[in-house]
Antibody, heavy 122, light 107 residues
Framework: QVQLVQSGAEVKKPGASVTVSCKASGYTFTDYYIHWVRQAPGQGLEWMAWIQPTSGATNSAQKFQGRVTLTRDTSISTVYMEFSRLKSDDTAIYFC???????????????WGQGTLVTVSS | DIQMTQSPSSLSASVGDRVTITCRTSQNIIRYLNWYQQKPGEAPTLLIYGASSLQSGVPSRFSGSGSGTQFTLTISSLQPEDFATYFCQQFHSSPRTFGQGTKVEIK
């Protein structure tokens, strides 16, 4: 079955960077975009960025530009999200998810990874 | 960015009740609207895509409707496993945006 499995929880100090991985299985990795969505404690969902695994092209929400970097290793069907210059309000669960298209063609998210809690605290 | 407004933000209902959740968008998104369910401590799961298409494996008591700027998610007969938070999400324009969520609680 299609699965996205993320790396484990992280605790970081303000100003540090964190890298979260998302390993895909059960489908052709290069056929789908991988997105990152975060959820602060008790809050809603916020889309951050996507990567197209074939080309490596990326796009991110304006508020995260310059801080989020997505890369991929197609040999192991894994996407990495590096998030830099962390602040306390970046404390959140970070989810990876996939969509067939980046725009309005088949642009729904399914399935989702289990989530990775990133805690930013001094 | 397209703003998404869900209502209500929470509701209490009993097993067997019919439940309707509304999502309004700040711009016309045609039918580029999805609904997700999230249970505590879990990742969201896709219920409805393209405003009214039922995701494979999702019970038929869930349905979606609407177009333009107003959409609804209906649960025809609430079951114990449906107590969760529901989010709408648009995929008409980037950045993709979500509603703030509607928490469905047991009455």
């Amino acid at each position: 079955q299609v699965q996205l499995v993320q790396s484990g929880a992280e605790v970081k100090k303000p100003g540090a960077s964190v890298t979260v991985s998302c390993k895909a299985s059960g489908y052709t990795f290069t056929d789908y975009y991988i997105h990152w969505v975060r959820q602060a404690p008790g809050q809603g969902l916020e889309w951050m960025a996507w990567i197209q695994p074939t080309s490596g092209a990326t796009n991110s929400a304006q508020k995260f530009q310059g801080r989020v970097t997505l890369t991929r290793d197609t040999s192991i069907s894994t996407v990495y999200m590096e998030f830099s210059r962390l602040k306390s309000d970046d404390t959140a669960i970070y989810f990876c998810t996939r969509s067939y298209g980046a725009g309005s063609y088949r642009g729904w998210f399914d399935p989702w990874g289990q989530g990775t809690l990133v805690t930013v605290s001094s | 960015d397209i703003q998404m407004t869900q209502s209500p933000s929470s509701l209490s209902a009993s097993v067997g009740d019919r439940v309707t959740i509304t999502c309004r968008t700040s711009q016309n998104i045609i039918r580029y609207l999805n609904w997700y369910q999230q249970k505590p401590g879990e990742a969201p799961t896709l219920l409805i895509y393209g405003a009214s298409s039922l995701q494979s494996g999702v019970p038929s008591r869930f349905s979606g409707s609407g177009s333009g700027t107003q959409f609804t998610l209906t649960i025809s007969s609430l079951q114990p496993e449906d107590f969760a938070t529901y989010f709408c999400q648009q995929f008409h324009s980037s950045p993709r945006t979500f509603g703030q969520g509607t928490k469905v609680e047991i009455k």
